[in-house]
C-alpha cells in the first residue's frame, strides 16, 4: 500500500504540470452520488455490499489539481454518532472534448467504521483510513458534470482492549457535479 501511495503521490506532482481541467472561471465543485460498496473483514469468508447517497466539495487550487474533502456523519439506532474525515486530493485531467479523466487519493480517521461512506460509530473505534480512485467526469455546459467513479479504501480499525482488523472496501459511484 505505500508503494501505491508513492506512485499516486509522484504522478499527482507531474500532472500538475498540465494546464487546467476544470471549467473555465470555476473554483468549486459540489457533488452527489449514488455508490454501490462490496465489502469483507479479514478472516471473513462472505461479502456484504451497501447501496449509499455521497456528498462531496471541492475546491480547485491550481490548474486541475483539487481539495476534495469528505465529512460522513451517521446515527444507526442503539450506537454512537459515527464521524470520519477524508483528506482527498484529485487531480482532474485536461483532455479536449468534454470528458475529463481524473485520480484521487487521500487519508482520514473517525471513531466507527465506515462502509460506503456511511459509518457505524462506536466510541471503542478508532479507523484510519487509507483511500484512492480514478474516475471520468463529463461535462454538462460549463456549469455541471456526470461523475463516474472507481475507489478502493482500506481502513485499519483499533478497538478497546487491543483487538484490530482491516476492512477492504471496493466502491462504484455515479453522481453529478455542479461547479460555480
Known amino acids: 500500500m505505500k508503494k501505491a501511495v508513492i506512485v499516486l503521490t509522484v504522478i499527482f506532482f507531474f500532472c500538475t504540470l ?4 476544470q471549467p473555465s472561471g470555476k473554483k468549486w465543485e459540489f457533488g452527489v452520488g449514488f455508490s ?3 465489502y ?8 456484504e455490499y451497501v447501496l449509499n447517497l455521497p456528498i462531496r466539495a471541492g475546491y480547485y487550487v491550481w490548474k486541475g489539481l483539487e481539495i476534495e474533502p469528505e465529512l460522513m456523519l451517521t446515527k444507526f439506532k442503539g450506537s454512537d454518532t459515527g464521524v470520519v474525515f477524508n483528506a482527498n ?10 470528458l475529463k479523466p481524473f485520480l484521487l487519493a487521500g487519508f482520514g480517521f473517525g ?3 465506515p462502509v460506503a461512506n456511511l459509518v457505524e460509530g462506536d466510541s ?9 480512485g480514478a474516475g471520468v467526469k463529463y461535462l454538462v455546459g460549463n456549469s455541471a ?3 463516474l467513479e472507481y475507489r478502493y479504501t482500506h481502513d485499519h480499525l483499533k478497538y478497546e482492549g487491543g483487538f484490530s482488523e482491516n476492512l477492504n472496501i471496493h466502491q462504484m459511484l455515479v453522481g453529478v457535479s455542479v461547479f460555480f
Open 18 to 21: 498540465m494546464v487546467s481541467a
Open 36 to 38: 454501490y460498496s462490496n
Open 40 to 47: 469483507k473483514f479479514s478472516g471473513d469468508t462472505e461479502s
Open 89 to 98: 486530493l484529485a487531480y482532474n485531467f485536461k483532455t479536449s472534448g468534454r
Open 111 to 113: 471513531n466507527g467504521m
Open 124 to 132: 471503542s473505534i478508532t479507523a484510519t483510513i487509507i483511500n484512492g
Open 145 to 147: 458534470a456526470i461523475r
